[in-house]
């Protein structure tokens, strides 16, 4: 009887983890360091880069939109700034993403799992038909997962926090797919405060209240709401420049991958 699933030859399909959060949030430095990771345990992703308007690299895009679009000159063509550019961009290389598909698919029996780096401005993609092609398409191809990454250090205010959270919660209900929130920056700042926060709500409206003097119905209204949306969230510190928290990264993803199946 043979082992199943051992081995780098295993049928599986890749997993495609697309990374998504507010600019600055530490996607590509994630997408970096998860490479660099699956790298030294012999398991190459295939790594896609959608920023069209990154400078720098810091990893090996096995598929790189800058290959393909030159945003500059979209600005220049259609007369755009940077935030038009960047958009069309996306839209012009969304057209062509059956291609790409092909070139990811040729690729599954080698690769355990699909990194995508997104714009960095986070609108482009979760609100652009663009992006809602490019994750369909992905998607339904393979078994996926969105990572929302956190800036921790900058989400220590309660209110901060919270809209963070409640971005977090309205791209969950708009893609449906397995979700994942990874708290980065832990070596900054500790994530437990706001692990904390999800599950103390008492806790978390003390430092509300500390925050303001007046704290609106709508504000506890709203963090009722997004205690519902806690509970069922799975959650990771992790620290994309010292790789910290990964081997927990990717038992979350198993984990949310597996839950989805059985309930789908
Ligand atoms: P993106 O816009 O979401 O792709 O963010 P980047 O990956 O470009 O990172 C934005 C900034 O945050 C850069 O200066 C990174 O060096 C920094 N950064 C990313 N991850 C971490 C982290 O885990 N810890 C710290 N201290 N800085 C980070
Ligand atoms: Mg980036």
């Not at 699933?5 to 049928?11: I, K, N, W, Y």
């Not at 398409?137 to 963070?164: E, G, H, Q």
Request: proline share 4%; hydrophobic share 40%; net charge negative.
């Amino acid at each position: 009887q043979a082992a199943a699933g051992a081995g780098s030859e295993s049928c599986a399909p890749p997993v495609c983890v697309l990374v998504l959060g507010m600019a600055g949030s530490g996607k590509t430095t994630l997408v970096q360091r998860l490479t660099a990771h699956l790298h030294s345990q012999n398991s190459p992703p295939y790594v896609v880069n959608l920023d069209p308007a990154v400078r720098e690299l810091p990893f090996a895009a096995n598929i790189d939109i800058r290959d393909t679009v030159k945003y500059k000159e979209v600005m220049k063509q259609y007369g755009l700034g940077p935030n038009g550019g960047i958009v069309t961009s996306l839209n012009l290389f969304a057209t062509r993403f059956d291609q790409v598909m092909k070139f990811i698919e040729k690729r599954q029996n080698t690769s355990q799992y699909v990194l995508i780096d997104t714009p960095g401005q986070i609108e482009v993609f979760t609100w652009s038909a663009s992006g809602t092609i490019i994750t369909e398409a992905l998607a339904s191809t393979f078994p996926s997962v969105v990572v929302y990454v956190m800036d921790t250090s900058r989400s220590t205010n309660p209110i901060t926090f919270m809209s963070n959270m409640l971005y977090a919660c309205s791209i969950l209900y708009k893609t449906k797919l397995p979700f994942i929130l990874a708290m980065n920056k832990t070596d900054i700042i500790d994530h437990s405060f706001a692990v904390e926060w999800m599950q103390d709500f008492e806790i978390f409206q003390d430092a509300l209240n500390q925050e303001t003097t007046y704290v609106s119905n709508l504000t506890r209204s709203m963090s009722l709401v997004l205690d519902e949306f806690y509970s069922s969230l799975k959650v990771v510190g992790v620290s994309a420049v010292l790789g910290t928290g990964l081997d927990e990264f990717f038992v979350k993803v198993s984990e949310a991958i597996d839950e989805y199946e059985r309930e789908y």
